[in-house]
């Protein structure tokens, strides 16, 4: 919330700015050479780079939830392999106790 109020100030900031600043301006670039209103180039030159941050931030986003998916997955695993590691012991513990009770009654016998 907080970061949504500051960028909305900042965006009411950069608009009073252009407005303020609305004189035609004779603009280069690479070949073509033209004459455009203050407030376009600045406005443009804010959008422009609020879409390269909303571009680098889903970039991002998309990193983390692979990130994410990979992560879980090998915890889902991990628990299934710890899982049968337990459920071995208790056949193993099974076992040891198993013939020690044969060997006593065939010796009671």
Known sequence: MFT??????????VAVFAVQNAKPVAV???VWRFEVSLVLIILGAAALGAVAVFLLGTLRLVQQSRSIRE????????ESELERCKEQKIK?????EAPTTDNERNSRS
């Open 92 to 96: 193993d513990q099974k076992k040891k």
């Open 4 to 13: 949504l109020v500051l960028a909305l100030i900042c965006a009411l900031l």
């Open 28 to 30: 280069a670039f690479l």
């Open 71 to 78: 992560a879980t997955q090998r915890v889902q695993q991990l």
